[in-house]
Nanobody, 112 residues
Framework: VQLQAFGGGSVQTGGSLRLSCVAS????????LAWYRQTPGKQRELTAH???????TYADFVRGRFTISRVNAENTVYLEMNSLEPEDTGVYYC???????WGRGTLVTVSS
């Protein structure tokens, strides 16, 4: 059972990144999936989650800039991040709530 996150990196303000998280060892299509982030000085916080029925929910700080999606055939959940700001800098984690399963995290750095 494993989650592997990819796609972090360094961008300038206003840039975009696409994170992906590949799951193995779980019944992917029957699980709600989520992305959390931990920014400097803060606790880990829910960023977005997507239900089994593809309903997406976002944190207020996303403000329409991020999009979560899933491709069950690929066992992958994505987080498309646009209009990135320095405040978005942090480590992003994928999470399967029903299994309390965390991915290792991928670092996103946004410079001004």
């Amino acid at each position: 059972v494993q989650l592997q996150a990819f796609g972090g990196g360094s961008v300038q303000t206003g840039g975009s990144l696409r994170l992906s998280c590949v799951a193995s060892g779980i019944n992917f299509s029957r699980n709600t999936l989520a992305w959390y982030r931990q920014t400097p000085g803060k606790q880990r916080e829910l960023t977005a989650h997507i239900s089994i029925g593809f309903r997406a929910t976002y944190a207020d700080f996303v403000r329409g800039r991020f999009t979560i999606s899933r491709v069950n055939a690929e066992n992958t959940v994505y987080l498309e991040m646009n209009s990135l700001e320095p405040e978005d800098t942090g480590v992003y984690y994928c999470f399967v709530p029903a299994r309390r399963l965390w991915g290792r995290g991928t670092l996103v750095t946004v410079s001004s």
